[in-house]
């Protein structure tokens, strides 16, 4: 079945009210409309890393199904792993700040699972992407003083590459947008080869 493509009419759905994500998706001219996704963050247990990122992504996008019929929806979910460990969003200060002691001089990686439901509500495409992140060895006086910022709640691992967080980013190999919460490169590519978008860049 043909479904019509994204556009001002059309806008894509997108299952979450990240300012980060939203910020991506206007940056690079795709029309959507953001949507809250009411779903249990709760980590699987027993599942690979890049797995937990798209079961997350999946439940967001079918969160928002039964509200945007016949549209074109994307989930995402954005998490942090340091070996095995899995850092979600902190959830006070205290936990911020173990969180940052234990990122300190140190990789990680960012991974991101997005997927797209087609108008239908068939699942079209599910991906991971990972981006490897070295943290610089901040001391507890830049800890605590970035923590009283605000900034690192809601966010996952406890700081934010493009805010204030940058100053503690020693080096990144792989998708920078991955970091912030939206792999740009796949999202675009899934969104052509699915027949979201008829290409990219969008023309008026």
């Given at each position: 079945?043909n479904h019509y493509p994204i556009d ?26 953001a949507t809250g996704s009411m779903v ?25 199904q039964h509200v945007h019929k016949n ?134």
């Amino acid at each position: 079945m043909n479904h019509y493509p994204i556009d001002k009419t059309n806008p894509l759905v997108l299952a979450s009210i990240s300012p980060r994500r939203k910020a991506i998706l206007k940056q690079i001219g795709i029309p959507f409309e953001a949507t809250g996704s009411m779903v249990d963050e709760t980590l699987y247990e027993g599942m690979r890393p890049a797995d937990i990122a798209c079961q997350m992504a999946i439940r967001k996008a079918e969160s928002v199904q039964h509200v945007h019929k016949n549209r074109w929806i994307l989930g995402a979910d954005t998490i942090i792993v340091m070996n095995t460990r899995v850092f979600g969003k902190p959830k006070d200060s205290h936990d911020c700040h173990e969180m940052l002691l234990r990122l300190r001089g140190k990789n990680h990686r960012v991974i991101t699972g997005f997927c797209i439901l087609d108008p239908e509500g068939k699942s079209v495409h599910l991906e991971s992407v990972a981006t490897k992140v070295k943290v610089k060895e901040i001391s507890e006086i830049e800890i605590e003083a970035y923590i009283k910022t605000g900034e690192p709640f809601g966010k996952a691992g406890g700081y934010a590459i493009q805010g204030i967080g940058s100053f503690m980013i020693e080096h990144i190999n792989g998708s920078y947008t991955n970091v912030v919460g939206l792999p740009v490169c796949e999202v675009v590519g899934a969104l052509v080869t699915c027949g979201a978008l008829r290409g990219f860049p969008l023309i008026d």
